[in-house]
């Protein structure tokens, strides 16, 4: 929902974190509830005051570990914490490897790159090709002509 307005709707935060049992932990502290309500994924977890949102704790490395660690995105919290971010390449790349397998009458992956491609104030166009083909996403599909080399 960040700036599209609610445009593009996501219901869930995928959160690379180590330590499970801590993450759960630290969770289940600030009074979120496992999840396990009829007509969603059972796992992860939502908060009852924002019911509306899930939030999962994925495993193994960013992107399988093709991501480039020094392009993560580091946005600091009024409380004096900070929350990382992927670079808005990887993200572009991310939602358009996702495109390719989704069900070919949606295409709201797509769009989400698409706007993603267009809001970014600066990209590094090569790292972009490079992640969207390590992804198997289409380059082609993306507007202002980021063709391949």
Known sequence: MIYTVGTF??????????????????????????EERTGHLMVGFYHPNHPEYGFQQVSGQLFDGRSDRKRLVILPTSGGGAITLPSIEDMIADRLGQHTIASKTDDSRLQQAIWLFRLAEQMDRDYLLKRVIEEGGDPDLLPFGVARS
């Open 9 to 34: 709707l996501s219901a869930d935060f995928d959160i690379v974190a180590s330590a499970s049992d801590s993450f759960d932990a630290a969770l289940i502290a600030e009074g979120f509830r496992r």
